[in-house]
């Protein structure tokens, strides 16, 4: 039951069927298989313990698959619900197959609050789970409600237990970075701690998974669910490690240095003669920053990024940028021929950022409006084209890029 800070690249998480206290609340498709799977198979086992018809069993299954939701969904309104009293902006819980999670605006802005938002979860579950089991002890045996308090609290002990795990991306990997990071003062080194740990889970999960089948404690059909489990949280674990690395990062982030430059070419120009033009200006560039790394005495010269290719219409102003891989994709002896519009996108249908926007602004931009060009703008005046290689590059550095 993670909570993530932003969405996945600007996709919606799933189908929104209404809200609760006012979060939206999605259904991933994925639901759906965990629903089937639990009405056919809870509901024939329910059948037989109870003695009902195969109708009756499936109808008791499809009851489970609604409480259980219930369940997870009161699991992630406590996250939602205490991160909205610290005042962290929630934009949604998403239901799917292997639970749910919280998208939140930002992060928690002290240890404390990341602790009290991360534990909220797993408390609702184990109070859940202390009512059901209640409530198994005070009813019949062998009826519907006994049957499904039974399974409601095995299930929300269970979930208890195993979010409170100290490793990313479950709750207890989030405390666990909490109180590393209020000792250590560095949130980013304890997500990354908080991320091995989550690994080292995985590992055991899947160890542990192979031993209880081994001796005919789980069977094969439990197998592909619980595999899943720790391959989710090896995924969600890497994916914390990573976004820790390059959060570090972020503070380096200039897009007056970043961003390339621009040079302006009429619309209509012949390809092959505006990327002549573009080979100039970038070598103008490159040996104007020699020159003036020398005369500062410094023997290191700093690579310039490449030249963008900006088209401007009748009146000098900009109208297009011309994308460097469809420009590349243009065989040579087109290039006469074929104008720079062909091979252009408006900049209307460019995002925007002003140079002077910071590195987490600039990553929560490309995030909520993924591309492969923003447009750099000075005030009305647009002074650089940022490439989202050229971002990837100076954010992880050491993972391989296409260019």
Same mark, same amino acid.
Request: glycine content about 8%; overall charge neutral; aromatic content about 4%.
């Given at each position: 039951?993670?909570?993530?800070?932003?969405?996945?690249?600007?996709?919606?998480?799933?189908?929104?069927?209404?809200?609760?206290?006012?979060?939206?609340?999605?259904?991933?498709?994925?639901?759906?298989?965990?629903?089937?799977?639990?009405?056919?198979?809870?509901?024939?086992?329910?059948?037989?313990?109870?003695?009902?018809?195969?109708?009756?069993?499936?109808?008791?299954?499809?009851?489970?698959?609604?409480?259980?939701?219930?369940?997870?969904?009161?699991?992630?309104?406590?996250?939602?619900?205490?991160?909205?009293?610290?005042?962290?902006?929630?934009?949604?819980?998403?239901?799917?197959?292997?639970?749910?999670?919280?998208?939140?605006?930002?992060?928690?802005?002290?240890?404390?609050?990341?602790?009290?938002?991360?534990?909220?979860?797993?408390?609702?579950?184990?109070?859940?789970?202390?009512?059901?089991?209640?409530?198994?002890?005070?009813?019949?045996?062998?009826?519907?409600?006994?049957?499904?308090?039974?399974?409601?609290? $095995?299930?929300?002990?269970?979930?208890?237990?195993?979010?409170?795990?100290?490793?990313?991306?479950?709750?207890?990997?989030?405390?666990?970075?909490?109180?590393?990071?209020?000792?250590?003062?560095?949130?980013?080194?304890?997500?990354?701690?908080?991320?091995?740990?989550?690994?080292?889970?995985?590992?055991?999960?899947?160890?542990?998974?192979?031993?209880?089948?081994?001796?005919?404690?789980?069977?094969?059909?439990?197998?592909?669910?619980?595999?899943?489990?720790?391959?989710?949280?090896?995924?969600?674990?890497?994916?914390?490690?990573? #976004?820790?690395?390059?959060?570090?990062?972020?503070?380096?982030?200039?897009?007056?240095?970043?961003?390339?430059?621009?040079?302006?070419?009429?619309?209509?120009?012949?390809?092959?003669?505006? #990327?002549?033009?573009?080979?100039?200006? $970038?070598?103008?560039?490159?040996?104007?920053?020699?020159?003036?790394?020398?005369?500062?005495?410094?023997?290191?010269?700093?690579?310039?990024?490449?030249?963008?290719?900006?088209?401007?219409?009748?009146?000098?102003?900009?109208?297009?940028?011309?994308?460097?891989?469809?420009?590349?994709?243009?065989?040579?002896?087109?290039?006469?021929?074929?104008?720079?519009?062909?091979?252009?996108?408006?900049?209307?249908?460019?995002?925007?950022?002003?140079?002077?926007?910071?590195?987490?602004?600039?990553?929560?931009?490309?995030?909520?409006?993924?591309?492969?060009?923003?447009?750099?703008?000075?005030?009305?005046?647009?002074?650089?084209?940022?490439?989202?290689?050229?971002?990837?590059?100076?954010?992880?550095?050491?993972?391989?890029?296409?260019?």
């Amino acid at each position: 039951m993670e909570q993530r800070r932003r969405p996945r690249a600007g996709r919606r998480p799933g189908m929104q069927v209404g809200r609760v206290f006012g979060v939206p609340l999605y259904l991933n498709a994925s639901i759906l298989l965990l629903a089937l799977l639990i009405i056919f198979l809870y509901g024939e086992l329910a059948g037989q313990r109870l003695q009902l018809s195969p109708l009756g069993g499936y109808l008791v299954g499809a009851g489970f698959v609604v409480a259980l939701l219930g369940s997870v969904l009161a699991h992630e309104l406590g996250h939602a619900l205490t991160a909205r009293h610290f005042g962290i902006g929630v934009r949604g819980i998403t239901l799917e197959l292997l639970g749910g999670y919280t998208e939140m605006d930002r992060d928690a802005p002290s240890p404390r609050v990341d602790l009290l938002v991360s534990l909220a979860g797993p408390a609702v579950s184990a109070v859940l789970g202390a009512v059901a089991v209640a409530a198994t002890l005070a009813l019949p045996d062998r009826t519907v409600a006994d049957q499904l308090a039974f399974q409601l609290a $095995a299930s929300n002990v269970i979930v208890a237990l195993f979010n409170i795990l100290p490793g990313l991306p479950l709750d207890g990997g989030r405390a666990l970075r909490a109180v590393i990071w209020a000792l250590t003062r560095d949130r980013h080194r304890a997500t990354e701690v908080a991320g091995w740990a989550g690994r080292v889970l995985a590992v055991a999960t899947a160890l542990l998974v192979a031993a209880l089948y081994a001796i005919d404690v789980l069977s094969l059909l439990a197998l592909p669910l619980t595999a899943l489990v720790a391959l989710t949280l090896w995924h969600g674990a890497g994916q914390s490690i990573r #976004m820790a690395r390059i959060a570090r990062r972020l503070p380096l982030v200039d897009l007056a240095s970043l961003a390339r430059p621009v040079h302006a070419v009429p619309s209509g120009t012949p390809l092959a003669e505006a #990327m002549r033009q573009v080979a100039d200006a $970038a070598a103008g560039h490159q040996a104007a920053d020699t020159t003036a790394t020398n005369q500062a005495g410094d023997a290191t010269t700093r690579a310039q990024p490449p030249v963008a290719l900006l088209v401007t219409d009748s009146a000098g102003r900009p109208v297009a940028v011309v994308d460097p891989a469809a420009a590349a994709a243009v065989p040579a002896a087109r290039r006469p021929w074929l104008g720079v519009d062909a091979v252009a996108r408006s900049i209307a249908d460019l995002p925007k950022l002003s140079v002077a926007t910071d590195g987490e602004r600039v990553l929560e931009t490309v995030q909520a409006h993924p591309g492969a060009q923003y447009v750099v703008t000075a005030g009305e005046d647009v002074v650089g084209v940022l490439h989202i290689a050229d971002l990837a590059q100076l954010l992880e550095p050491h993972r391989k890029m296409n260019t």
